[in-house]
């Protein structure tokens, strides 16, 4: 940008697009969902809730988020995460989530990522049948990234082997000190009950700070809003 500035002296400025640009394609390269690529920590809704103990879950949650965020480097050093957690679907752990690894992505230039539990293990199957990359390089993938976000854990089928690719992942992190956010519809406490071995429950119970969300689903009130202002965009013409 040309600038003049009161005293006549002209220089230029680098342009903010440019800037938004890069935040943009990082968020991308971090895979953020495209239903969330605008969410903030800040705009995450507490009122949308009807029950009064879900709103005070949620605003609880929020503060959290805000905290992690404000002191992120502490949380870095000590290795540690969230662990988003509500039995009902649709209760906002995705996207309060997403929130943070955005926010830690604009504020700290983090290299993030985020993923599926499930797509994270069929990332892996593929390299057994046809891929560029080996299975090494696609682990690393998940182990390297300074923050992980694994969505939905405890939803895929359990296997032996996904109980180990679960475990090695979650041991290399661990061990370097890389933060993990973790969504699930399963406490922390009850986890050895789907990954049978035991080891996964006692590793993210060291790797991350629980965080209940609202035990009720905010998805259909969001999508109702939504109609409505489509509704009446459509008619006001």
């Not at 940008?1 to 680098?14: H, K, S």
């Not at 805000?66 to 996207?95: C, H, M, P, Q, W």
């Not at 499930?118 to 390297?144: M, R």
Request: one cysteine or more; charged letters at 30%.
């Amino acid at each position: 940008m040309f600038i003049q500035d009161d005293n006549g002296t002209c220089y230029m400025r680098e342009c903010r697009c440019r800037y938004d640009r890069q935040i943009t394609n990082k968020l991308k390269s971090a895979k953020v969902p495209l239903d969330f690529i605008d969410a903030t920590v800040s705009s995450f809704k507490t009122d949308i809730y009807k029950m009064q103990e879900s709103q005070e879950r949620a605003k609880t949650a929020k503060e959290v988020a805000i905290k992690y965020v404000n002191n992120y480097r502490e949380f870095k050093d000590l290795g540690k995460g969230l662990y988003l957690f509500s039995e009902a679907k649709g209760s906002g752990k995705t996207r309060l989530a997403v929130s943070i690894l955005s926010a830690l992505i604009k504020k700290y230039d983090i290299r993030g990522l985020y993923i599926s539990s499930t797509d994270l293990l069929h990332e892996i199957k593929k390299t057994f049948d046809d891929s560029k990359y080996s299975a090494y390089e696609i682990i690393q993938q998940f182990t390297e990234a300074q923050l992980l976000v694994v969505d939905d854990f405890g939803v895929e089928k359990t296997t032996d082997w996904s109980e180990e690719m679960f475990t090695k992942i979650l041991d290399d992190r661990m061990n370097y000190k890389r933060p993990t956010i973790i969504t699930s519809n399963i406490e922390i406490n009850q986890l050895s009950k789907k990954y049978r071995a035991g080891r996964i429950e006692s590793r993210i119970e060291k790797m991350t700070f629980p965080v209940p969300l609202p035990e009720e689903s905010v998805r259909s009130y969001l999508a109702q809003q939504e109609n409505e202002r489509i509704a009446e965009f459509i008619f006001s013409f």
